[in-house]
C-alpha cells in the first residue's frame, strides 16, 4: 500500500486552524493501533514466568511460545497493504481491532499451551496488520503542513503502549500479592494482565467508528465526491478541492507498483541498497533490544530481584523508552540520521558491555553482589535510553527514504520481513542462551552493537533533506 508522495499544492500546505483539533483527533485514533502494537508485544512479559511453571515447560518450548507471535506478524505486516487497498483502511482497522480483542481473551483463558500460542499467533497477526496501517493511514488523510508531527504519533503510541502494559503488569502482580499465579478475579494473575487488553482492543474499534475512510482509497474506488468531502474536513474549505483530486489521482496514475523481481541484480542476488535496507533491519534487533521488552521481569528475578521490584524495573525501562524516542523525534532532523545511529550505537555497546561484565559475576546467596546488580541495572536503563534515541526511530526513517522510488514499496517489504525473522531469531534464542551463559549472551549483543559502527559508517548514505526522487 503506497502512501502520498506527490507534492502538495500551496493551498494545501497550511490546515485551517478550526480543523486542526480534528485531524489530531483522526491521528490519534488511528494511532491506538500503534499502542496495541506496543501492549501486545510487550504485556508477555509479565507472564513469562507463570507460564513457565503452569505448563512445566523448559526454555526452549517456552522461547517458542513467546517468539511465535512474531509469525503472525510478519504475516500480518505483509498482507495488510493488499487488504486495505482491497477493503478500505478502515475497515482494515477494524479488523485489527477484532483479532486483538480475541487474542486477549483467548490468551486469558487458555485450555493448554498449544492454543496459547495460537492466540499469541493471532495477536501477531494484529500487530503486524497495525504496523503497516496506522502509519499509511495517518500520512493518507494529514494535511502536508503537518504530516511529519502527526506521523510521529504512531511511534509514539507504541512506546506507550510498551509502557502502560508494564505499569498494568506491575498493578496486577501488587494485587496478586507479588504471584503471578495468585489468584485475581476468579483467575491467575497473568491471565488478567492478558486478558485486559480487551479494553483498548474495543476502544481501537469504536474509534475506528468515528473517523473518515482515506481520501486516497475513495479515490481509487471512484468516490470522488466523498473524497472532497474528506480532504475538506481535515484541510480547511480554503483550497481548491478539484485541484487536490486531480493532484491526487495524477500521483496515485504515475506511481508504479513494485515486486520482487525489481530488488534482484548486482553480485549478491538483491541490489546493494536492499542489503542495506536488510542490514539496518537485522543490526537493529540483533543487539536484543526486545530481551528488555519480553524477558526484563524474568532477567531480572533470575540475579535475584523479587517479582514485585523487577516488574517495576520493566515499568521504568520502557519510560526511559519514551524519553529516548521523543529525543530522536526532536534531533532526527536536525543532527540528521546518521549521527544519531553512531551515537545510538556507540551509548549501546556501552550499556550492553557493563550488562556482560555485571552478570559475568557469580550470585551470592541468589543474587548479584551489590556493585554488579546496580552496574546491571542502570546499564540496561543506558542501553533501552541510547537504542531508543537511534536505531529505535532512526531505522525506519532511513527505510521509508532511502529506497529509489521504483522499489521503495519491495524493498521496505523485504527489510521489514527480515526485521520480523531477526526478532524472532534473537526472542526465541535468549532463554536457552541465558540458561548457557548469561554474560556471554550480551557479549554477543555487544559485539552486534559494535559491528552497526562500521556498517552505518561504510555503507549508510545520510537521508535528511533529500527529496525522495533523489534517492538511488
Same mark, same amino acid.
Given at each position: 500500500?503506497?502512501?502520498?508522495?506527490?507534492?502538495?499544492?500551496?493551498?494545501?500546505?497550511? +490546515?485551517?486552524?478550526?480543523?486542526?483539533?480534528?485531524?489530531?483527533?483522526?491521528?490519534?485514533?488511528?494511532?491506538?493501533?500503534?499502542?496495541?502494537?506496543?501492549?501486545?508485544?510487550?504485556?508477555?512479559?509479565?507472564?513469562?514466568?507463570?507460564?513457565?511453571?503452569?505448563?512445566?515447560?523448559?526454555?526452549?518450548?517456552?522461547?517458542?511460545?513467546?517468539?511465535?507471535?512474531?509469525?503472525?506478524?510478519?504475516?500480518? *505486516? +505483509?498482507?495488510?497493504?493488499? $487488504?486495505?487497498?482491497?477493503?478500505?483502511?478502515?475497515?482494515?482497522?477494524?479488523?485489527? *481491532?477484532?483479532?486483538? /480483542?480475541?487474542?486477549?481473551?483467548?490468551?486469558?483463558?487458555?485450555?493448554?499451551?498449544?492454543?496459547?500460542?495460537?492466540?499469541?499467533?493471532?495477536?501477531?497477526?494484529?500487530?503486524?496488520?497495525?504496523?503497516?496501517?496506522?502509519?499509511?493511514? $495517518?500520512?493518507?488523510?494529514?494535511?502536508?503542513?503537518?504530516?511529519?508531527?502527526?506521523?510521529?504519533?504512531?511511534?509514539?503510541?507504541?512506546?506507550?503502549?510498551?509502557?502502560?502494559?508494564?505499569?498494568?503488569?506491575?498493578?496486577?502482580?501488587?494485587? &496478586?500479592?507479588?504471584?503471578?499465579?495468585?489468584?485475581?478475579?476468579?483467575?491467575?494473575?497473568?491471565?488478567?494482565?492478558?486478558?485486559?487488553?480487551?479494553?483498548?482492543?474495543?476502544?481501537?474499534?469504536?474509534?475506528?467508528?468515528?473517523?473518515?475512510?482515506?481520501?486516497?482509497?475513495?479515490?481509487?474506488?471512484?468516490?470522488?465526491?466523498?473524497? %472532497?468531502?474528506?480532504?475538506?474536513?481535515?484541510?480547511? %474549505?480554503?483550497?481548491?478541492?478539484?485541484?487536490?483530486?486531480?493532484?491526487?489521482?495524477?500521483?496515485?496514475?504515475?506511481?508504479?507498483?513494485?515486486?520482487?523481481?525489481?530488488?534482484?541484480?548486482?553480485?549478491?542476488?538483491? %541490489?546493494?541498497?536492499?542489503? $542495506?535496507?536488510?542490514?539496518?533491519?537485522?543490526?537493529?534487533?540483533?543487539?536484543?533490544?526486545?530481551? *528488555?521488552?519480553?524477558?526484563?521481569?524474568?532477567?531480572?528475578?533470575?540475579?535475584?530481584?523479587?517479582?514485585?521490584?523487577?516488574?517495576?524495573?520493566?515499568? /521504568? /525501562?520502557?519510560?526511559?523508552?519514551?524519553?529516548?524516542?521523543?529525543?530522536?523525534?526532536?534531533?532526527?532532523?536536525?543532527?540528521?540520521?546518521?549521527?544519531?545511529?553512531?551515537?545510538?550505537?556507540?551509548?549501546?555497546?556501552?550499556?550492553?558491555?557493563?550488562?556482560?561484565?555485571?552478570?559475568?559475576?557469580?550470585?551470592?546467596?541468589? %543474587?548479584?553482589?551489590?556493585?554488579?546488580?546496580?552496574? *546491571?541495572?542502570?546499564?540496561?536503563?543506558?542501553?533501552?535510553?541510547?537504542?531508543?534515541?537511534?536505531?529505535?526511530?532512526?531505522?525506519?526513517?532511513?527505510?521509508?527514504?532511502?529506497?529509489?522510488?521504483?522499489?521503495?514499496? +519491495?524493498?521496505?517489504?523485504?527489510?521489514?520481513?527480515?526485521?520480523?525473522? &531477526?526478532?524472532? +531469531?534473537?526472542? &526465541?534464542?535468549?532463554?536457552?542462551?541465558?540458561?548457557?551463559?548469561?554474560?556471554?549472551?550480551?557479549?554477543?549483543?555487544?559485539?552486534?552493537?559494535?559491528?552497526?559502527?562500521?556498517?552505518?559508517?561504510?555503507?549508510?548514505?545520510? /537521508?535528511?533533506?533529500?527529496?525522495?526522487?533523489?534517492?538511488?
Amino acid at each position: 500500500m503506497a502512501s502520498t508522495s506527490q507534492a502538495p499544492s500551496p493551498g494545501a500546505r497550511t +490546515a485551517h486552524p478550526d480543523h486542526l483539533g480534528h485531524v489530531i483527533f483522526i491521528a490519534a485514533a488511528a494511532a491506538m493501533g500503534g499502542f496495541l502494537f506496543g501492549y501486545d508485544s510487550s504485556v508477555i512479559n509479565g507472564a513469562v514466568e507463570a507460564i513457565r511453571d503452569r505448563y512445566d515447560v523448559g526454555s526452549a518450548v517456552l522461547a517458542q511460545v513467546i517468539a511465535i507471535a512474531l509469525i503472525g506478524c510478519a504475516i500480518g *505486516a +505483509a498482507t495488510a497493504g493488499r $487488504i486495505a487497498d482491497r477493503i478500505g483502511r478502515i475497515r482494515c482497522m477494524q479488523i485489527a *481491532a477484532v483479532l486483538f /480483542t480475541v487474542s486477549a481473551i483467548g490468551s486469558a483463558l487458555p485450555f493448554a499451551l498449544w492454543d496459547l500460542a495460537m492466540w499469541r499467533i493471532i495477536g501477531g497477526f494484529a500487530i503486524g496488520m497495525a504496523s503497516v496501517i496506522g502509519p499509511a493511514y $495517518i500520512a493518507e488523510v494529514s494535511p502536508p503542513a503537518y504530516r511529519g508531527r502527526l506521523g510521529s504519533f504512531q511511534q509514539a503510541a507504541i512506546v506507550i503502549g510498551i509502557a502502560v502494559s508494564q505499569l498494568v503488569n506491575w498493578g496486577l502482580l501488587n494485587a &496478586a500479592g507479588g504471584d503471578q499465579r495468585g489468584e485475581l478475579m476468579g483467575l491467575e494473575a497473568w491471565q488478567v494482565m492478558l486478558g485486559v487488553m480487551v479494553i483498548p482492543a474495543v476502544l481501537y474499534g469504536l474509534l475506528s467508528f468515528a473517523i473518515p475512510e482515506s481520501p486516497r482509497f475513495l479515490l481509487s474506488v471512484g468516490k470522488r465526491e466523498r473524497a %472532497k468531502e474528506i480532504l475538506q474536513e481535515v484541510e480547511g %474549505k480554503d483550497v481548491d478541492f478539484d485541484a487536490r483530486v486531480a493532484e491526487i489521482e495524477h500521483a496515485m496514475h504515475r506511481e508504479e507498483k513494485s515486486s520482487f523481481k525489481d530488488l534482484l541484480g548486482g553480485s549478491f542476488f538483491f %541490489k546493494p541498497i536492499v542489503w $542495506i535496507g536488510i542490514g539496518l533491519s537485522v543490526f537493529q534487533q540483533f543487539v536484543g533490544i526486545n530481551v *528488555a521488552f519480553y524477558y526484563s521481569s524474568t532477567l531480572w528475578q533470575s540475579v535475584g530481584v523479587d517479582p514485585t521490584q523487577s516488574f517495576f524495573y520493566s515499568f /521504568t /525501562t520502557s519510560i526511559i523508552n519514551i524519553v529516548g524516542t521523543v529525543i530522536a523525534m526532536i534531533f532526527v532532523d536536525r543532527i540528521g540520521r546518521k549521527p544519531l545511529a553512531l551515537i545510538g550505537s556507540v551509548g549501546m555497546v556501552i550499556g550492553l558491555a557493563l550488562e556482560a561484565w555485571a552478570f559475568s559475576f557469580d550470585l551470592v546467596d541468589g %543474587k548479584l553482589p551489590a556493585t554488579q546488580g546496580w552496574v *546491571a541495572l542502570i546499564a540496561a536503563h543506558v542501553f533501552v535510553l541510547f537504542f531508543a534515541l537511534s536505531w529505535g526511530v532512526v531505522v525506519w526513517v532511513f527505510l521509508g527514504e532511502m529506497f529509489p522510488n521504483r522499489i521503495r514499496a +519491495a524493498a521496505l517489504g523485504v527489510a521489514a520481513s527480515a526485521q520480523w525473522i &531477526a526478532n524472532w +531469531a534473537i526472542t &526465541a534464542s535468549f532463554p536457552s542462551l541465558a540458561d548457557w551463559n548469561l554474560s556471554v549472551t550480551y557479549v554477543i549483543y555487544t559485539v552486534f552493537a559494535g559491528l552497526s559502527i562500521p556498517f552505518v559508517l561504510k555503507f549508510v548514505k545520510e /537521508t535528511k533533506g533529500k527529496a525522495l526522487e533523489e534517492m538511488g
